[in-house]
């Protein structure tokens, strides 16, 4: 048995080693996956990929058998559990797995949640033949959750209820029943809301709408202008290829109608001015600020106005002018008896009352309110035909209530958040929350909801009934309760449960008052069959564990001591019930975009740290999963997480304290393998200095506490900063290891980028180096022309025919800069075979691993300088196992031939061909 050291403890695969790479690849492809995943039952915000939970579940519950071939076979298992290509792997593997995990655990574990969020965690529990309890106090979370957790297990083999879907069915696919029942009784709720509200939508004579295209309007600033004036940011309908479309305005008469224009070199332009909600007079040129606008909209005077409506016909997406549209003269009949729930305080994300738009039903026209509320209804009346059809309660239920999340799915694409996107395919609807933020949209998509296309009923329906074979269909269901998580280690018994959680990130989303958006309709369509969730006018959020100064009085000091005591307090519930030799394992990722004076740490990461170690927790591993989509941009700084921080967390028996110069002593002793092991596992360069805060903090928390010259124990903001400043010196230090050409090339890099300087600039770092700037040249990474300049040369500047096996004058920089523009020429393989050229070599001149530190130096040199750098070589770093891997199988290389006209890559020969 390998135990813990001292503290006794059985240790699992999670505290020794995962297969990083291989589990951020099928988190990334789970997120780029647009069908066919959990997530597409209902939006949530930043849920984490179920093929990491997975993973981090199994590895949480199975002995660690020590260092050899069982632990590799483990391993192995690991990556056979999370297939790259995001989804389920296969029932062999899962029966694989869970005899394993028996086999540990004579007593299965319940696995506990208490930030069920979008119901990933007891999914993959579930999946893995355990007990699984979740528990959120948003009620939007829960019903998802429960959803796919608790009322769809019971039902995965039942029959179709519906006589016509019965008769069709030849063989028991799982929840193939089900899925018709949900078609079945969706078309009656669509048939019904259509008979009542469907003149509301005039359609064409020929085609089918897909959208209508609306501007804003505000009168003019000019009071001797009676034009209302269109806002909108572009012109372009339709970039399709063959179809582009522009729309153009003319005032007439005092008036603006719009006109459709053919072709891709259309000079329309909009009204849309140079800043921020600015915009012009199309008329008489008069600017319309922000100041203007948002007093027009407290005064009730921002209006609508058509520009066009898209349709799809036989001969393909169309556009036909505002004045071509059919129009109804019909009064809409705006539902009366809607809550009334306020939008978010936060103006930075939620806009709208700025402009005097103050209630979720703003954000609606008003024949949206009227269709969506007539489907809500519709809906809830559903329960009982089901149960007069023959349906048990239980049946009905997960029906209904997967026909009411359609409702609240088909609200996503049917408000004025929708955007109309262009692109190289047809031009569509974008439903709202691209980011987890309401902003104030000027020209907005109005879905037709009785199509096919984006926004629809139909495809709310299929887009949900994709989801239930993505589910195992042999599970125990779950149990899933709305609660607060400071309770939630009370919903099982003491000792017996494993902790898995992805708790809320700090202050980065407000995720109650996203939710009043959906909870809205939810509310309406399922408060009869769960009135657990349903029984407040808008979802709670007084005591929403997270860090929101609009709650506070505005203070983020407030804001944040609530999140650290709250946050204790979850940890000290979960400790109760958590089994004690297994571990709490939390996934963290936080933006770093609050940092302190330093910059070198975030108030999310003190936070979540200070509660973790205030709860009697210790770190005692860390482990970051890559989880963003592969073309993440690095320096953007938006609304997109990093990678997530795996903390495996056990009961913390410290009774050593130490003084500040031990703690130092130590980081500077270990981090430098921590950092190494980091590297290798495939830490992209831009997650390095979050990763590399997990070993610090381990050895941090192995004290009981670590005291300051003065006698005061030190804090973790403190030691955040003091690991950060260790491991930049690890990383920055390294430069003494690297050849005079490599140095100088750092050193330039730094101030200059690809940029020119002067030679005189040059000529001192060449001294201080002891390089002379010919052999730079001669080496071909540096330029000296025109006289009197110097640059280095950028990626797309190298030549295509580099062979190093007949350079003479190598260098790391030269490696790394090559090994950049192959891997983005021709990916991993083309970078293995450039890799294994080099360890080719009868010299020894370059060493591979100097090389893959040397990334990760560039990375952080142009991070925030100069992006396209910055993001080549981080996509390099992160696949830098993957690429030794492929070097290492390619055999030994008798030669590395240049590309010749029919292939810009070289050709290989092996000793065994």
């Given at each position: 048995?390998?135990r813990?050291?001292?503290n006794?403890?059985?240790?699992?695969?999670?505290?020794?080693?995962?297969?990083?790479?291989?589990?951020?690849?099928a988190?990334?492809?789970?997120?780029?996956?647009?069908?066919?995943?959990?997530k597409?039952?209902?939006?949530?915000?930043?849920?984490?990929?179920?093929?990491?939970?997975?993973?981090?579940?199994?590895?949480?519950?199975?002995?660690?058998p020590?260092?050899?071939?069982?632990?590799?076979?483990?391993?192995?298992?690991?990556?056979?559990?999370?297939?790259i290509?995001g989804?389920?792997?296969?029932?062999?593997v899962?029966v694989?797995?869970?005899?394993?995990?028996?086999?540990?655990?004579?007593?299965?574990p319940t696995?506990l949640?208490?930030?069920?969020g979008?119901?990933?965690?007891?999914?993959?529990a579930l999946r893995?033949?355990?007990?699984?309890?979740?528990?959120d106090?948003?009620?939007?979370?829960?019903?998802?959750?429960?959803?796919?957790?608790?009322?769809?297990p019971?039902?995965?083999?039942?029959?179709?209820?519906?006589?016509?879907?019965?008769?069709?069915?030849?063989?028991?696919?799982?929840?193939?029943?089900?899925?018709?029942?949900?078609?079945?009784?969706?078309?009656?709720?669509?048939?019904?809301?259509?008979?009542?509200l469907g003149d509301?939508?005039?359609?064409?004579v020929?085609?089918?709408?897909v959208?209508?295209l609306w501007?804003?309007?505000?009168?003019?600033?000019?009071?001797?202008?009676?034009?209302?004036?269109?806002l909108?940011?572009?012109?372009?309908?339709?970039?399709?290829?063959?179809r582009?479309?522009?729309?153009?305005l003319?005032?007439?008469?005092?008036?603006?109608?719009?006109?459709?224009?053919q072709?891709?070199?259309?000079?329309?332009?909009?009204?849309?001015?140079?800043g921020?909600?600015?915009?012009?007079?199309?008329?008489?040129?008069?600017?319309i600020?922000?100041?203007?606008?948002?007093?027009?909209?407290?005064?009730?005077?921002?209006?609508?106005q058509?520009?066009?409506?898209?349709?799809d016909?036989?001969?393909?997406?169309?556009?036909?002018?505002?004045?071509?549209?059919?129009?109804?003269?019909l009064?809409?009949?705006v539902?009366?008896?809607l809550?009334?729930?306020?939008l978010?305080?936060n103006?930075?994300?939620?806009s709208?009352?700025?402009?005097?738009?103050?209630?979720q039903?703003d954000?609606?026209t008003?024949?949206?309110?009227?269709?969506?509320?007539?489907?809500a209804?519709?809906v809830s009346?559903?329960?009982?035909?089901?149960?007069?059809?023959?349906?048990?309660a239980?049946?009905?239920r997960?029906?209904?209530t997967v026909?009411?999340?359609?409702?609240?799915k088909?609200?996503?694409?049917?408000?004025?958040?929708?955007r109309?996107?262009?692109?190289?395919?047809?031009?569509?609807?974008?439903p709202a929350?691209?980011?987890?933020?309401?902003?104030?949209l000027w020209d907005?998509?109005?879905?037709?909801?009785?199509?096919?296309?984006?926004?629809?009923?139909?495809?709310?329906?299929?887009?949900?009934?994709?989801?239930?074979?993505?589910?195992?269909?042999?599970?125990?269901?779950?149990?899933?309760?709305?609660?607060?998580?400071?309770?939630?280690?009370?919903?099982?018994?003491?000792?017996?449960?494993?902790?898995?959680?992805d708790?809320?990130?700090?202050g980065?989303?407000?995720?109650?008052?996203?939710?009043?958006?959906?909870?809205?309709?939810?509310?309406?369509a399922?408060?009869?069959?769960?009135p657990?969730l349903?029984?407040?006018?808008?979802?709670?959020k007084?005591?929403?564990?997270?860090?929101?100064?609009?709650?506070h009085a505005?203070?983020?000091?407030a804001?944040?001591?609530?999140?650290?005591?709250?946050?204790?307090?979850?940890?000290?519930?979960?400790?109760?019930?958590?089994?004690?030799?297994?571990?709490?394992?939390?996934?963290?990722?936080?933006?770093q975009?609050?940092?302190?004076?330093g910059?070198?740490?975030?108030?999310?990461?003190?936070?979540?740290?200070?509660?973790?170690?205030?709860?009697?927790?210790?770190?005692?591993?860390?482990?970051?999963?890559?989880?963003?989509?592969?073309?993440?941009?690095?320096?953007q700084?938006?609304?997109a997480?990093a990678?997530?921080i795996?903390?495996?967390?056990?009961?913390?028996?410290?009774?050593d304290?130490?003084?500040?110069?031990?703690?130092?002593?130590?980081?500077?002793?270990?981090?430098?393998?921590?950092?190494?092991?980091?590297?290798?596992g495939?830490v992209?360069p831009l997650d390095?200095?979050?990763a590399?805060?997990?070993?610090?903090?381990?050895?941090f928390?192995?004290?009981?506490?670590?005291?300051l010259?003065?006698?005061?124990?030190?804090?973790?903001?403190?030691?955040?900063?003091?690991?950060?400043?260790a491991?930049t010196?690890?990383?920055?230090?390294?430069?003494?290891?690297?050849?005079?050409?490599?140095?100088?090339?750092?050193?330039?890099?730094?101030q200059?980028?690809f940029?020119?300087?002067?030679?005189g600039d040059?000529d001192?770092?060449?001294?201080q180096?002891g390089?002379a700037?010919?052999?730079?040249v001669?080496?071909?990474?540096?330029?000296?022309?025109?006289?009197?300049?110097?640059?280095l040369?950028?990626?797309?500047?190298?030549?295509a025919?580099?062979?190093?096996?007949?350079?003479?004058?190598?260098?790391?920089?030269?490696?790394?800069?090559h090994?950049a523009?192959v891997?983005?020429d021709?990916?991993?393989?083309g970078?293995?075979?450039?890799?294994?050229?080099?360890?080719?070599?009868?010299?020894?001149?370059?060493s591979?691993?100097r090389?893959?530190?040397?990334v990760?130096?560039?990375?952080?040199?142009?991070?925030?300088?100069?992006?396209?750098?910055?993001?080549?070589?981080?996509?390099?770093?992160?696949?830098?196992?993957?690429?030794?891997?492929?070097?290492?199988?390619?055999?030994?290389?008798?030669?590395?031939?240049?590309?010749?006209?029919?292939?810009?890559?070289?050709?290989?020969e092996?000793?065994?061909?």
């Open positions: 048995m390998t813990g050291g001292s006794g403890y059985q240790r699992k695969l999670i505290d020794v080693t995962l297969p990083l790479t291989q589990i951020s690849y988190s990334i492809a789970y997120k780029e996956r647009k069908v066919g995943t959990i597409n039952l209902h939006k949530w915000f930043a849920p984490m990929p179920t093929p990491a939970l997975r993973a981090l579940i199994f590895a949480s519950l199975v002995d660690d020590g260092p050899g071939s069982q632990r590799e076979e483990l391993v192995e298992l690991v990556k056979q559990l999370v297939p290509n989804m389920a792997p296969p029932d062999e899962l694989k797995a869970r005899l394993l995990i028996e086999k540990s655990n004579p007593e299965l696995v949640d208490p930030f069920a979008g119901g990933s965690t007891i999914v993959e893995l033949g355990l007990p699984g309890i979740s528990s106090l948003n009620p939007v979370a829960v019903v998802a959750t429960r959803t796919l957790g608790e009322l769809l019971p039902i995965a083999h039942a029959s179709s209820i519906s006589q016509r879907q019965r008769q069709k069915r030849t063989h028991d696919v799982p929840y193939d029943g089900f899925a018709d029942d949900v078609r079945h009784y969706g078309d009656l709720v669509q048939s019904a809301v259509r008979q009542r509301y939508y005039p359609v064409p020929s085609g089918e709408p959208a209508w501007a804003r309007t505000v009168p003019c600033a000019n009071p001797m202008c009676p034009v209302h004036v269109p909108y940011g572009s012109p372009w309908l339709s970039k399709q290829r063959g582009e479309v522009t729309i153009e003319a005032v007439r008469g005092g008036e603006v109608h719009f006109e459709i224009r072709g891709k070199n259309s000079l329309a332009k909009s009204t849309k001015g140079a921020r909600a600015q915009f012009n007079c199309p008329r008489c040129s008069t600017p600020g922000e100041r203007e606008l948002r007093q027009a909209g407290r005064d009730g005077k921002l209006g609508l058509l520009m066009a409506l898209c349709v016909t036989k001969q393909g997406r169309t556009f036909l002018a505002a004045d071509e549209v059919p129009r109804s003269d009064a809409i009949d539902p009366d008896d809550d009334e729930i306020t978010g305080a103006t930075k994300n939620f709208h009352p700025l402009y005097g738009l103050d209630y039903t954000l609606y008003p024949r949206q309110l009227a269709v969506l509320t007539a489907f209804d519709e009346a559903t329960y009982d035909r089901i149960v007069d059809d023959g349906g048990s239980s049946y009905a997960a029906v209904v026909l009411g999340i359609c409702v609240s088909m609200a996503q694409a049917n408000s004025t958040l929708v109309w996107r262009t692109r190289v395919g047809p031009s569509k609807p974008e929350f691209g980011s987890q933020a309401m902003p104030m907005f998509a109005e879905a037709y909801p009785f199509g096919n296309s984006v926004g629809s009923w139909s495809a709310q329906i299929n887009s949900v009934t994709s989801v239930f074979r993505s589910l195992p269909s042999d599970a125990t269901p779950g149990r899933v309760v709305q609660v607060d998580a400071r309770r939630a280690g009370d919903l099982v018994q003491p000792g017996t449960a494993l902790i898995v959680t708790p809320p990130y700090f980065q989303i407000n995720y109650a008052d996203l939710s009043d958006y959906f909870y809205l309709w939810l509310r309406r399922l408060r009869l069959v769960h657990d349903f029984g407040t006018i808008a979802t709670p007084s005591i929403e564990l997270v860090a929101n100064p609009a709650r505005g203070s983020k000091d804001a944040q001591r609530y999140f650290v005591d709250g946050f204790t307090e979850v940890f000290r519930s979960l400790q109760k019930a958590s089994r004690p030799d297994l571990p709490i394992v939390v996934a963290y990722a936080a933006k975009d609050d940092a302190d004076a910059g070198a740490v975030s108030s999310a990461w003190v936070s979540m740290l200070r509660a973790v170690l205030a709860s009697g927790l210790a770190v005692v591993g860390t482990m970051p999963i890559e989880s963003t989509m592969s073309t993440r941009q690095v320096s700084g938006a609304n997480l990678s997530y795996i903390l495996v967390c056990r009961p913390r028996q410290a009774e304290v130490a003084d500040k110069g031990t703690f130092l002593s130590r980081l500077q002793k270990e981090l430098p393998e921590a950092v190494e092991a980091l590297r290798k495939g992209s390095m200095g979050q590399a805060m997990g070993p610090g903090m381990k050895i928390s192995e004290y009981k506490e670590v005291l010259p003065d006698g005061r124990p030190m804090e973790v903001r403190d030691a955040l900063i003091e690991i950060d400043k491991a010196a690890v990383i920055d230090g390294e430069e003494a290891e690297y050849d005079a050409a490599t140095r100088f090339c750092l050193r330039w890099f730094r200059f980028g940029d020119r300087g002067a030679y040059a001192v770092v060449l001294r180096t390089t700037i010919r052999d730079l001669g080496a071909g990474i540096v330029s000296n022309a025109p006289a009197g300049s110097v640059s040369l950028g990626v797309d500047e190298l030549p025919d580099y062979d190093p096996l007949d350079d003479g004058r190598i260098s790391h920089w030269e490696v790394a800069m090994l523009k891997f983005d021709r990916g991993i393989d970078a293995a075979r450039l890799v294994a050229a080099v360890r080719s070599r009868s010299d020894d001149a370059i591979i691993d090389a893959n530190r040397l990760h130096r560039i990375f952080k040199i142009a991070d925030r300088r100069f992006q396209k750098t910055a993001t080549l070589f981080n996509q390099l770093g992160t696949a830098w196992p993957d690429i030794i891997a492929t070097a290492q199988n390619m055999g030994a290389i008798a030669t590395y031939a240049r590309p010749d006209a029919d292939d810009l890559f070289s050709i290989w092996t000793d065994n061909e």
